[in-house]
Structures are given as structure tokens and as C-alpha cells.
């Protein structure tokens, strides 16, 4: 069988540049018409393979025994260009893991890369060294050669099918998870409509917004035009030490309500805006996010929240939800401007 193995080598190691060539030109692509790509290659390889393989199983010539004795400059070139792919595709990764864009379809996807390119590298240096490709390599190495050439549309069309169990895993839980806001917003709802007055749907509107969230700490803030910001309502800690020196630096709440800017830090110690070269790690909170309550231009409070439970940060969908349902506790509060001022005084 040594001109089949001989020509079945050097047919994968010609074809194995095009597959890279060809995928790693669809790198910049969408991420889709890239698997898409990548899949047709490697299809179209095992295809070619598995043709080639039935036919010299039962046919052998001398023509074939020539053909696979002059592609030392083939291998060369394979080498060269498996070299250079592999430092690209490190490269790569280790781009995408510092910026925090590895996820696991990356990893699995230029695993395929790396696959191929480790073949090719491989298969190339020992015909090489052994000068010959009569002698390529031990017989145990180039029946796991072939057997992962010929396996590889096997094994990425399981990967495709992993990539679509794990996205529709992930669609699931982005879907339940917007039915459950959807169905928080529709509690608000039922809560204003449901309350005797605005002043206890703001406080219990308050109280399961931070629930929901998960936050350990929040507290719902009035403006008052002689006090300034008056606790109204509080969840996690009681209302007088919300009063007292322990409660959230007054210059952020004020400078939050005054520029009409909410504040979202995923970890104050890591902010450039609170960094203190004396007491680098001074700030108790680790994730916060602090809301301006205002009105038709009219300031009427603050709302902050601040550390989740499970010791994660507040993510941009938790922002989201705040943001929408403060704009809804301004209404409230305007609703009832003095009998709000009376209560928290």
C-alpha cells in the first residue's frame, strides 16, 4: 500500500495551504459566513481524500509512484507557510485573550486552524528529514495522519453542532431573561395602579428594583431644596446610617444629580476617577451605579445601588433596567413633591 499512503500524503499536504489560505481569508469576516467557509473546505478535502483512497485501494500505477516523488518543493513550502500560520494564529489568540474576546467558539474554531497547520508542519519536516517519502514517517505517525485528515469534516461538523447547542443554549437564557424584565416591568405597572398613593409604589417600586437586580445596597434619594439629598427609602442598610457619614459620598450624588449624568462603574477601585495613590484600595464598594431622578428639567432625587450579592459586577442590562424604571420613580415622586419632602424630612 506504500503508493497509496504516498500519494495520499502529498495530496493532503498540497491541499492543506488552499484550506488555510482560504480560511484564514475569511477571518475579518462574520463569524458565520467564516464557520460556513471553513466547513466547505474541510467537506470538500474529505471528499477529495476519500475519492482518492477508493480508488487506490484497488488501483495502483507507476505513474502514481512517480507523482508522489516530486513534492519536496511542496513540502517545503508547506513547512514554511505552517510555520508562519502558527506564530499568526498564537498571535491571534493571544490578541483576542488580552482584550477578553476569547470565547470558546474562537478557541474551537482556530483549534481547526491549528489542527490542520499542525499536521502539515508535522507531515512536512519528517519527509524531509527523511529525505524520502518512502520513509515518511513510523507507520503508527502516519496512520494517525491519515486517519485525522479523513476525520476532520467528521469531527468539525460535530464542532458546528456543539457551536449550535451551546448558541442555543445561550439564546434560551438571553430570552428567559428578558421575559423576566418584561415581566418586572409589567409588576411596576400593577404596582402604580394597584398603590393608594405614589409615595409607597416609589418604596416598594425601590425595594424590588434592587431585589431584582441583585444589589446589596441601594438607596432611593430626594431633593430637598433646604437639605439637599434626603433618604427616602433604603434597602441594606437602615435608614439612619443612611443619614449619617456611612451613606454614599454626597459630591458624587450631587454631582450625578446636577450634570444629569448616571454613573455606572463595574469596580471603583479600578477607576481612574477614584484612584488614590495614598489609600488604593479606600473604597469598600466594588460595583455601583448611581441615577439622577429628574423630571421636565427639574431635579427630584438620586438613586444609587451598589455591590451584587453574588459578588459579580452590575452588568449593562441591570444599567438598562435602572435606567428605565428611575425615569418611572421621578414621575412618582413628582406626583407627590410635598407629602415626599414631608416623609423623608
Given amino acids: 500500500s506504500y503508493p497509496y499512503l504516498r500519494f495520499l500524503k502529498a495530496l493532503g499536504t498540497t491541499l492543506l495551504p488552499i484550506v488555510l489560505i482560504s480560511s ?21 478535502v474529505g471528499a477529495v481524500l476519500a475519492g482518492v483512497s477508493a480508488v487506490l485501494l484497488f488501483r495502483f500505477s507507476s505513474t502514481t509512484v512517480r507523482f508522489t516523488e516530486n513534492f519536496n518543493a511542496i513540502l517545503v513550502l508547506t513547512l514554511v507557510y505552517s510555520t508562519l500560520a502558527l506564530a499568526f494564529l498564537v498571535t491571534h489568540l493571544t490578541k ?43 507507520e503508527s505517525v502516519r496512520s494517525s495522519a491519515i486517519t485525522l485528515t479523513m476525520a476532520t469534516p467528521v469531527l468539525f461538523g460535530l464542532a458546528v453542532m456543539a457551536f449550535a447547542v451551546v448558541e442555543h443554549i ?11 424584565r418584561d415581566d418586572f416591568a409589567l409588576e411596576v405597572l ?36 433646604n437639605q439637599g439629598l434626603v433618604p427616602l427609602s433604603q434597602v441594606g442598610t437602615h435608614l439612619i446610617a443612611a443619614r449619617g ?27 481612574l476617577r477614584f484612584a488614590s495613590p495614598q489609600a488604593p484600595s479606600s473604597y469598600s464598594t466594588g460595583s455601583c451605579m448611581v441615577l439622577p431622578l429628574r423630571t421636565m428639567g427639574q431635579k427630584r432625587g438620586v438613586i444609587t445601588f451598589a455591590d451584587k450579592k453574588d459578588g459579580n459586577a452590575f452588568t449593562d442590562a441591570d444599567f438598562a433596567l435602572v435606567l428605565e424604571v ?19 424630612a
Fill in 245 to 271: 457619614d456611612h451613606g454614599p459620598n454626597q459630591k458624587i450624588l450631587t454631582h450625578v444629580l446636577d450634570s444629569n449624568s448616571p454613573l455606572f462603574i463595574s469596580d471603583v477601585s479600578k477607576d
Fill in 96 to 138: 483576542l485573550a488580552i482584550k477578553k474576546n476569547l470565547d470558546l467558539q474562537a478557541v474551537a474554531v482556530h483549534g481547526f486552524y491549528g489542527l490542520f497547520l499542525s499536521i502539515g508542519f508535522i507531515g512536512a519536516a519528517a519527509a524531509l528529514k527523511r529525505s524520502a517519502l518512502s520513509d515518511y514517517v513510523s
Fill in 326 to 344: 428611575s425615569s418611572t420613580l421621578a414621575l412618582l415622586i413628582n406626583a407627590e413633591g410635598s407629602k415626599v419632602l414631608h416623609l423623608a
Fill in 190 to 225: 400593577h404596582l402604580i395602579h394597584d398603590s393608594s398613593d405614589s409615595v409607597t409604589a416609589a418604596k416598594e417600586i425601590h425595594r424590588r428594583l434592587t431585589t431584582f437586580v441583585g444589589a446589596t445596597r441601594s438607596t432611593l434619594f430626594i431633593a430637598h431644596s
Fill in 24 to 44: 484564514f481569508l475569511a477571518t475579518g469576516e462574520d463569524k458565520k459566513k467564516e464557520r460556513r467557509r471553513l466547513e466547505f473546505w474541510n467537506n470538500l
Fill in 170 to 180: 445561550r439564546q434560551t437564557h438571553l430570552a428567559r431573561d428578558q421575559k423576566s
